[in-house]
Structure formats: structure tokens, C-alpha cells
């Protein structure tokens, strides 16, 4: 089986275009470095509607944001991303697991949910967890993956 | 007469000196016992021309013989007693003695002086122990129309009066009694000085005596001594028509720590004998003040409970910063060609951990317990560290903050800690009360702190459903709530810390349609 170890994860996500939404700057800045460190690309944006803005022009095959936001909060942007591209694979992040927020994002196809503090490890699995069920169902990944 | 006279003359003239003289004797006696059956008559005319004039009384008057107690005459309006069937009888039978003889407070001898003329009226009353009636009582010895010295009682029936003096003696007793075992101390004041106290009050502030100048509180806490001078005044120069506050009062006139009580107190002015007398009614209430500390205390820390899902949310973020970081630093720590990332870790390390700090201190100072530490401070610093705890709890509410700080507010006295419990309640009363809006529906909350000509005021104004009609009345009363869960000790506590800073919480007319409280709070005296 694929994915037995984080080297075979990154060598997948080195081939994804990620995208993080997160307003918290020490999460932003510590998450893109961990990225960049493991050679992948991760784009990040710090508000719902400058992630708008680049999905608008730009692919994603993951899309990680925050649940809590300011202005446009983290569903109602996956409730958006939905339409435009609705491939995309979808993590929630949030610090506190409230039953509404968390049917409103099963209805969405919320693929992971993250909850707060965030150890690398939970992304780790997450992403895991995401290429694994993806795989299975042949689903166009970039060349060479 | 004349002509009849004029006629027995002619006659006697005619008839002869022995039979006229037979016959004018005749004539004359008739003539004297005409004359007296006339003045009988006149005078007995004039009795009862006077008896009529006590017909109208409530009573009656009655005439009796002085030496036989035979009733010769009487009249009134008080039948039963002053029945015209009595006369004749005895007037002792009448007095209800049971004797057989005058009565032992029978007036005869007196009425009469040393010379045996009538002296001067004999006025008493009693109660006449047949018909339980009062009666005030006038005799006096007067000539009977046949000459004789008789006595003469006029007797105003005085039963009512004696009553209403009965039941206000009964009810003067009443009152003392009640007054006197009264569990609130009460005491009168007539310029400065005290006239009464009772037993309790005594307690409280030690028998004083008269010339005690109250009016330097030596009695009262030096913290409360401010507001304690400012209430009498007001009642002193009748500012206000009572004046209620609590303080803390030095008991027995000692004025050490272990003497010291909480009072609720109450002054008045009120007439009393007719002078400008101020009524103070105190009570003990260091017992409701303790349990109303611990009932504030816990009502902060549920404050802080409502608060506590943002609170997480602002320690998990700097948290998560860490835990992905030190994944990234276990990765590079060793790699010289990765030094510059590795620093930019450390750097961001502290910075998680300063923010987590803050919180922690945030939320350290909120739940510190504490006594009222009025300070002189912007009512702004309490509002904006309210807001920094409520921050994350109003977002995760969708709540749309609208903040508009006054930027130079004249200080108050303030106890922040107690004023930021009080917003904080505001705050997340409204972010409670928007929760159950449409999800669609926009969310408004809007803190404006003004200057005032004496104060400043704090305006929490929300869009929500506002307040149903009926519950503005009831809002600040004690466990009075509209939630399933809530306990309704919040804005009651709310509207106590308020009234302790001599300011007001009350709800006023917003302008986002939803509910809006206005807090005013005095300028603190430079």
C-alpha cells in the first residue's frame, strides 16, 4: 500500500496544489514554513476572500482553512469553493467542534476536520487519509504521482 | 288689673268699711297667688326654654333636689338615661351606683359654698357603669323657679371621644412597643442631633448621647464616609425625598476592624411634633453582603464560562503555532544551511508563548477575587479588556463589533475588574440573544462610550430580538431570565456593581433595533 511513511505523503503532496486559509499568522507562517521545508507547494491566504480571489484563477487539489474567520467565515468559503471546484479536497480547521458547525460541513463534503491546537502529525493523517480514498476511486492526479 | 282694683275701690266705697276690708284681702291674696302662678310660670317657661337648648346636646341635663335626690326636671338626646319617665324618681337610681342612697361621688356638697350659695360649676368625667357611656359632667347649685337651691348636671355624653383617645393611647403603645423590639434600628434626628433610638439602633451605633454631632460619621467606614455625607445632605436640604444606601458602619462606638458591620440604611424626613426631623431605620446586612460577594463571584466565573470556548480558541492558535513549528525545527535544527529558518522559529516560539501569556494574565486578572478597589481610571480600559476576553466569543457568534471609544473620557472611580465583569455580561448577553436569529440575519453589536456634562456613559446596543414587552421591567430583578439555562443573577449583579460606583444600568432605545443598556457612571472629583 502507497503512503506507509511521511516520505511517500510528501512525495505525493510535492505533486498537489495546497492552499491554506487561516487568519492566525503564527499558524499561517509555521504551517508555510513546514510545507516549504518538506518541498511542497502551499499557497496561504489570511482571509475567505483573498482565498476567493485565487481559486478564482487557480486550481487546488486540497484546500485547508480555518473555520473561524474574519468576514466570511471558513464554510460559507467551502460552501463557495463547492461550486467552483468541486474536486477539491476539503480540511476544516477549528478549535472547538460544535455539532451545527460540524453537520453544516458533512453537508458541504468536508473531507477532515482539524481541531485546534494543531500538532504536524494531525495534518500528517489527514492528508494520508485524503490521497488514500482518493486513490481508489481514479481520480486524475498530476503526472508522475 | 288697674280696672279690677279701680272697681273694688268703687265697691268697697259703697258697701262699707268691715266688709270691704274682708274682701280686699281676699282680693289681694288671689291677686299674690295669681301673681305667683305667673312668674311660676314665666320661670318655668325660661327652665324649659334653656332645657330646649339641650335637647340638641349629645347628653342631656337633668335638675334634682339637693336634699331629697328627687329628679325635678330633665331633657336631652341621650334617651334611656334622660328619659322623661325618670323624673320623679331618685337621680342616684339613675347613676347606676346600685346604692340605695346618693351616690359616694355625689356633688351636692360642693356645689355649695361655706355661706350656702350656689358656688362655681363642678365640671369631671365618668362612666356611667349601666350603658358604659362617658360622660363629662357640669354641675352647679341653682334657684329652683320655687326657690328653693337645687342642682342642676349637664351631662355631654363623651363616649367617642374617650374612645378615640382610648385606641390612639393603645396605639401610641402599639408603636412604641413595636419601635422599641423592632429587629431594624431607628433612630430621629432634629437638627444634628439624635432625640430617639431605639434598642436596636443603640446596638449598632452604641448609645450615644444627645449632643453626638452625627454629622461627622465618625462611625462610618472612611471609604463610605463620602457617600454616606452626600445622602444626608441630600435629605438634610431635601434634595431627595429618601435616600437609601449601604455602608459600612463601626458598632458599638468602637472603631476597630472587629466592630465593623455592613448596614442597609434608609433616611426620611418627616414631621415629627411638628419639628423637621429626619427618620434613619438601619440594618444588618453583613451576612447578605457576604453571600452577595460569593454570588458575584461565581457569577463572574460563569462569565467567564461563556467566554471560555474563545478563550480555548485564542490558547489553541499560538499553541498549534508551536506544535508546527517544532515539527518544522526537529526537521532542520541540525542543517547549518537551514541557521536563518531556525532563528525565525525560536522568534516565533516566543511570540506563541507571550500570546499564550496574555491570555492566561487576561484571564488570571478577571477571576482574581477582590473588594470593591475603586480607582480613578477611563471607563474605556475596563470596556476595551472586556472586549479582548469576549473578542473570539463575539466572531465564533458572527457578530459584526462595532466599537466607537470616546478618546478622551474624563476618569471615574472604578473598580475595573468589576466593570469589565459587567460588560463582559452585556457583551455575551447579546451575543446570546443574536444566536437564535435567522443564520442569514446580520449581526450587530455596537459599544459607544460618550462624555456626559457629569460622567460618562457606556451604550451596548445590539440587533438582536431586543426585549420582549413586560421583561424590561422585570430585567434587572434577581433571578429574573429568559434563557433555559440561565440562573438570572447576571445584569442583577450587574445593576448592584453599577449602583456601588454611584452610577446606573438601565436599558434605553437603541438605534440597531434589537435591545440596548446604558451604563452612566460619575465623573470622579478631581
Not at chain 1, 72 to 98: C, H, N, W
Not at chain 2, 39 to 50: K, N, P, S, T, W
Not at chain 2, 85 to 96: D, L, R
Not at chain 2, 435 to 458: F, Y
Request: glycine share 8%.
Amino acid at each position: 500500500m502507497l503512503l506507509q511513511n511521511r516520505d511517500d505523503l510528501f512525495a505525493v503532496l510535492r505533486q498537489l496544489n495546497l492552499l491554506l486559509v487561516e487568519d492566525d499568522e503564527l499558524i499561517r507562517d509555521s504551517l508555510e514554513l513546514f510545507f516549504a521545508n518538506e518541498g511542497c507547494r502551499l499557497e496561504v491566504q489570511a482571509s475567505a476572500e483573498e482565498g476567493l480571489q485565487l481559486v478564482r484563477v487557480r486550481d487546488f487539489d486540497v484546500v485547508i482553512t480555518d473555520f473561524r474567520l474574519p468576514g466570511m467565515s471558513g464554510l460559507d468559503f467551502l460552501r463557495v469553493l463547492q461550486d467552483m471546484q468541486p474536486e477539491a479536497q476539503k480540511i476544516l480547521l477549528t478549535a472547538y467542534m460544535d455539532e451545527e458547525v460540524l453537520a453544516e460541513a458533512f453537508r458541504l463534503g468536508v473531507h477532515e476536520f482539524i481541531e485546534k491546537p494543531i500538532a504536524t502529525e494531525d495534518i500528517e493523517e489527514a492528508l494520508s487519509r485524503l490521497i488514500r480514498r482518493r486513490r481508489p476511486d481514479k481520480q486524475p492526479l498530476p503526472e508522475g504521482v | 288689673m288697674t280696672a279690677g282694683l279701680l272697681l273694688a275701690l268703687l265697691l268697697g266705697g259703697g258697701l262699707g268699711a268691715g266688709g270691704a276690708g274682708w274682701y280686699f284681702r281676699r282680693l289681694l291674696r288671689r291677686e299674690r297667688r295669681e301673681k305667683q302662678r305667673q312668674m311660676e310660670a314665666a320661670l318655668r317657661r325660661q327652665v324649659d326654654e334653656v332645657f330646649a337648648v339641650f335637647q340638641a346636646i349629645d347628653g342631656g341635663v337633668y335638675v334634682a333636689d339637693m336634699d331629697t335626690h328627687e329628679i325635678l326636671a330633665l331633657t336631652g338626646r341621650d334617651r334611656g338615661s334622660f328619659d322623661a319617665s325618670v323624673v320623679g324618681g331618685k337621680c342616684y337610681e339613675q347613676a347606676g351606683a346600685g346604692r340605695p342612697g346618693p351616690c359616694l361621688f355625689c356633688t351636692n356638697r360642693i356645689l355649695l359654698d361655706t355661706a350656702g350659695q350656689p358656688g362655681p360649676p363642678v365640671i369631671r368625667e365618668f362612666r356611667n357603669p349601666w350603658n358604659n357611656a362617658w360622660y363629662l359632667a357640669i354641675g352647679r347649685a341653682i334657684h329652683w323657679f320655687d326657690g328653693r337651691l337645687v342642682r342642676m348636671e349637664i351631662a355631654i355624653n363623651i363616649t367617642e371621644r374617650k374612645r378615640a383617645e382610648e385606641a390612639l393611647r393603645r396605639s401610641e403603645q402599639n408603636f412604641r412597643e413595636l419601635v422599641e423590639n423592632s429587629l431594624v434600628g431607628i433612630m430621629l434626628i432634629q437638627d444634628g442631633e439624635i432625640i430617639f433610638q431605639n434598642p436596636e439602633q443603640q446596638r449598632l451605633l452604641g448609645r450615644l448621647p444627645r449632643s453626638f454631632n452625627l454629622e461627622e460619621f465618625t462611625a462610618v467606614h472612611p471609604e463610605d464616609r463620602g457617600k454616606v455625607r452626600e445622602s444626608y445632605r441630600k435629605i438634610s436640604v431635601g434634595l431627595a425625598p429618601q435616600v437609601d444606601l449601604d455602608f459600612r458602619l463601626y458598632t458599638g462606638g468602637r472603631l476597630d476592624d472587629t466592630a465593623l458591620v455592613w448596614v442597609y440604611c434608609r433616611a426620611r424626613p418627616i414631621d415629627f411634633q411638628g419639628r423637621k426631623t429626619v427618620l434613619i431605620s438601619m440594618m444588618e446586612i453583613t451576612r447578605i453582603k457576604e453571600l452577595e460577594r460569593l454570588l458575584r463571584l461565581q457569577d463572574r466565573m460563569s462569565s467567564l464560562g461563556r467566554v471560555a470556548a474563545g478563550i480555548a480558541h485564542e490558547i489553541r492558535n499560538p499553541l498549534s503555532g508551536i506544535n508546527i513549528s517544532l515539527a518544522t525545527l526537529r526537521q532542520i535544527y541540525d542543517q547549518p544551511q537551514h541557521r536563518g529558518k531556525v532563528e525565525d522559529i525560536f522568534r516565533r516560539l516566543a511570540t506563541a508563548s507571550g500570546k499564550i501569556e496574555a491570555v492566561v494574565k487576561r484571564v488570571m486578572d478577571f477571576s482574581k477575587p477582590g473588594q470593591l478597589h475603586p480607582r480613578a481610571m477611563s471607563l474605556n480600559e475596563p470596556v476595551s479588556e472586556a472586549l479582548e476576553l469576549a473578542g473570539v466569543f463575539l466572531s465564533k457568534h458572527r457578530i459584526g463589533l462595532e466599537v466607537e471609544l470616546a478618546p478622551s473620557l474624563p476618569p471615574c472611580r472604578l473598580d475595573p475588574g468589576q466593570i469589565e465583569q459587567v460588560v463582559l455580561n452585556l457583551l455575551t448577553n447579546s451575543a446570546e440573544a443574536m444566536e437564535n436569529l435567522p443564520r442569514e440575519a446580520v449581526r450587530r453589536l455596537k459599544i459607544t462610550t460618550r462624555v456626559l456634562a457629569d460622567g460618562v456613559e457606556l451604550l451596548v446596543d445590539d440587533s438582536g430580538p431586543g426585549l420582549a414587552p413586560g421583561v424590561q421591567e422585570k430585567i434587572m430583578d434577581p433571578f429574573f431570565t429568559t434563557k433555559p439555562e440561565g440562573t438570572g443573577i447576571g445584569l442583577n449583579i450587574s445593576h448592584r456593581i453599577i449602583n456601588d460606583h454611584g452610577g446606573s444600568l438601565e436599558t434605553c432605545a437603541g438605534k440597531l433595533g434589537g435591545a440596548c443598556f446604558r451604563i452612566y457612571l460619575p465623573a470622579s472629583a478631581v
